[in-house]
């Protein structure tokens, strides 16, 4: 199955429309309990899920089941999905990297060892020679896209989205002026917005 | 903060990047700004594109794992989502609509599990969690020599918690125990202290649930927690192994 594409600013491709659709349609067969309907679901949404789950939460085990409750919150609520609010996608991955920062959260007392986020494993672009891992063409156009975030807004993206601090911590770590983090993370993730936008 | 500070909030919402007590306000913030739901909105929209970056198939087990799990839990009935986009979602509400619909033969299913167990059950239930060999145990000891254990067997899908010493609930309240999922504090019984001992099979699947807590509440109980948890069980730390 080709990379799912994310409903984006400009107008939807008939491709975007079609997957989107069906992703919610879906999600409303679920809702009635069509198991099948939700085996769909999952193997068109599993891989970005878990992905995402697995960046925030960074113990596979954990990740694993973390990925399990995510779905089975979305089986058992899938009703409370409104069309008219945005797309199934959106809906899904919202609920997915909530839990996954509750759960990292959780266990900050405990185990959290990400005291220094200069670590190799940034997600985000920090420079022009960062390697593209990604092979899709549509998360090559997303880190391109990123680049025309000033640096501050794509290191607060990335402590808060992909490590699940709060704005106030990312405002420490980046040595920022108290409340400007979430000013930071608002305005990046508009720049990235139009960025792909502009881009159709 | 001042109303017009909330608003700047969005952002850092849409990313979860806010402590649980700026995102209950900003929540019932949302409830009442049409723009703020808009922007968030648009700003999760955009999150998705962070979501491309990385992607992980994750192992064939798990999805065997989620069309196992599937086949034991009813998804929420359509008709009672409708009518909870329409009012906030409370358990007086839900259970009130639950009621309407079966007085208009809709059929509807009980939304809270309903405590059918007689007690000889119950304790089958206790002593299977306690014996079960997949038990994971979280304590808590307090100031006052109290602790409190919880116990939760994921084979057998529920939690016990079992209390020391701890003293009487206030007069007119009643200790409340919490089953946290999906972000909420969910109802999962009552326990009235007093005892050397006391034993509570706790309420509902155990299995999603992320953490548990107790906290004191009005004689019979609240339908969220109205006061600071005495204490709180973090699933997420790794469980001590003890001899109860």
Known sequence: ?200 | MTTHEIHALAGAYAVDALDDLERARFEEHLAVCAECRTEVLSLQDTTLLLSDLTSVAPPSSVRDQVMADIKKVRPIPPALARIERHRPRRWTNLIAAAAVLGVLGGGAVVIQQVREDDSTSQQDQVSRVLAAADVQHWNVDFRSGASATLSRSVSVGRAVLVARSMSPAPSGKVYQLWLRKGGEMVPAGLMNGGAQQSTVLMDGNANDATGAGITVEPAGGSTSPTTTPIALFDFAQTSAVRDL
């Open chain 1, 1 to 200: 199955m080709s990379s799912l594409q994310p409903v984006s600013s400009g107008d939807p491709s008939p491709e975007e429309t079609g997957v989107a659709a069906h992703l919610a349609g879906c999600l409303r067969r679920s809702a009635r309990g069509d198991e099948q309907a939700f085996a769909e679901l999952y193997d068109a949404t599993s891989a970005r899920v878990h992905g995402l789950v697995l960046r925030v939460i960074r113990d596979p085990a954990q990740a694993e089941e973390v990925t399990q409750e995510v779905f089975l919150q979305v089986w058992r609520t899938a009703a409370r999905f409104d069309e008219a609010k945005g797309s199934a996608l959106a809906w899904l991955m919202t609920l997915a990297h909530r839990r996954a920062v509750d759960r990292v959260r959780a266990a900050v007392a405990v185990t959290r060892q990400d005291t220094s986020y200069h670590q190799n494993s940034q997600t985000l672009p920090h420079d022009s020679t960062a390697e593209a891992v990604e092979a899709s063409m549509e998360a090559r156009r997303v880190r391109s896209a990123l680049l025309e975030l000033t640096s501050v807004q794509r290191e607060a993206l990335e402590l808060a989205y992909f490590g699940g601090y709060t704005h106030t911590e990312v405002a420490t770590m980046l040595d920022l002026p108290v409340g400007t983090a979430k000013t930071r993370i608002r305005d990046g993730l508009i720049r990235l917005r139009d960025a792909m936008g502009a881009g159709q």
